[in-house]
């Protein structure tokens, strides 16, 4: 389990008259990443840069990540987001930098600053939610323990895909894999063992 980004968020500030508007959000692929930048260039047509850095993955995975300097000089604006974004303890994540030159040169070191910085304020105010392992089961039972067995269900915050109704009621559901043995426990215990489980 590891934290992802819930919703996005997104901060603006000014230095030295250039405008940095920040946007971060989840991107579980890295195609989700790639449509979230095309997404905010097509925003801010007009800004001179749009930087970017994400990791498709869970938190310091580098292997599905990527990071662009857009114009910028190499190594000042990509590098320095993602260094930001692996260290944050946050996975599948993007972050994007739109840049609109207010006529002042920061030098290289400024720039490296101004975008890991960005980064690091809107990684202060990022809404995040718990990324669990979920896996699906199907249960099997009388109609008699309807009850029992939704009760069981909405205690372990379990979601129900799909409901048949037959000669047995069926419920395929999803559940936190860590959940798993507690959650066959209880529904076996309150069913009275009147239950089929298939995974």
């Known amino acids: 389990m590891y934290k992802i980004p819930a919703k996005l968020n997104r901060t603006e500030e000014t230095i030295k008259r250039s405008r940095f508007i920040t946007s971060v959000t989840h991107a579980a692929t890295e195609k ?67 840049r609109y030159f207010g006529g002042t040169k920061l030098g290289k070191g400024g720039l490296a600053r101004a975008y890991s910085g960005s980064v690091k304020n809107t990684l202060a105010g990022l809404t995040v939610k718990d990324k669990r392992d979920v896996l699906s089961l199907t249960v099997s039972l009388d109609y008699s323990n309807i009850a029992a067995a939704k ?18 009621v069926s419920y395929k559901i999803k559940l936190a894999k860590d959940d798993e043995n507690r959650f066959i426990h209880a529904i076996t215990d309150l069913t009275g063992g009147d239950i089929e489980i298939i995974k």
Request: aromatic letters at 8%; charged letters at 20%; proline letters at 6%.
């Open 32 to 98: 989700d990443a790639k449509t979230f930048i095309s997404k905010i260039k097509n925003e801010f047509p007009d800004a001179a840069h749009h930087c970017w850095a994400y990791v498709a993955g869970p938190p310091g995975d580098t292997a599905r990540v990527g990071m662009s300097d857009d114009g910028e000089p190499h190594g000042t604006a990509g590098r320095p987001m993602l260094t930001v974004i692996l260290h944050s303890e946050i996975g599948e994540i993007v972050a994007v930098v739109t």
């Open 151 to 168: 009760q069981v269900i909405r205690s372990f915050h379990s979601e129900v895909i799909e409901e048949n109704y037959g000669a047995h």
